[in-house]
């Protein structure tokens, strides 16, 4: 008697193929997981430059004879930022400094420096 071919996978292409399969999703799963806490560093460091811009925008429309260093801490969301301005003189021109810190995942800072005359 002849047999007849029989078609289908075996048990061992089977597992192999399941095995790449979980490799390949572990994989993903990681690179899943990385590009959230880029998102999420990306979302505190524009609002660490949001914070910066609004205050030296603050500053520039500040009187040139009131402009102090002083610093605040605003909150955004669950993250304290701490923010510190520093006005320096140079002759009729005064340098505005921002520097906004924060430690959501590690230590991070911005810093924005403009110039006013008078």
Same mark, same amino acid.
């Given at each position: 008697?002849?047999?007849?071919?029989?078609?289908?996978?075996?048990?061992?292409?089977?597992? !192999?193929?399941?095995?790449?399969? =979980?490799?390949?999703?572990?994989? &993903?799963?990681?690179? $899943?997981?990385?590009?959230?806490?880029?998102?999420?560093?990306?979302?505190?460091?524009?609002?660490?430059?949001? &914070?910066?811009?609004?205050?030296?925008?603050? &500053?520039? /429309?500040?009187?040139?004879?009131?402009?102090?260093?002083?610093?605040?801490?605003?909150? &955004?969301?669950?993250?304290?930022?701490?923010?510190?301005?520093?006005?320096?003189?140079?002759?009729? !021109?005064? !340098?505005?400094? $921002?520097? $906004? /810190?924060?430690?959501?995942?590690?230590?991070? /800072?911005? =810093?924005?420096?403009?110039?006013?005359?008078?």
């Amino acid at each position: 008697m002849k047999r007849k071919k029989q078609r289908g996978f075996t048990l061992i292409e089977v597992l !192999i193929a399941l095995f790449i399969l =979980s490799v390949v999703l572990l994989a &993903l799963g990681a690179v $899943v997981i990385s590009v959230m806490r880029a998102t999420a560093q990306s979302k505190e460091m524009a609002a660490a430059v949001t &914070l910066a811009q609004d205050k030296i925008e603050s &500053l520039k /429309n500040s009187s040139f004879s009131s402009l102090t260093s002083a610093g605040d801490s605003p909150s &955004l969301g669950n993250i304290a930022y701490n923010r510190q301005w520093t006005i320096s003189t140079a002759g009729n !021109i005064k !340098i505005i400094t $921002v520097s $906004v /810190n924060w430690t959501g995942r590690g230590f991070h /800072n911005v =810093s924005i420096t403009t110039l006013r005359g008078e």
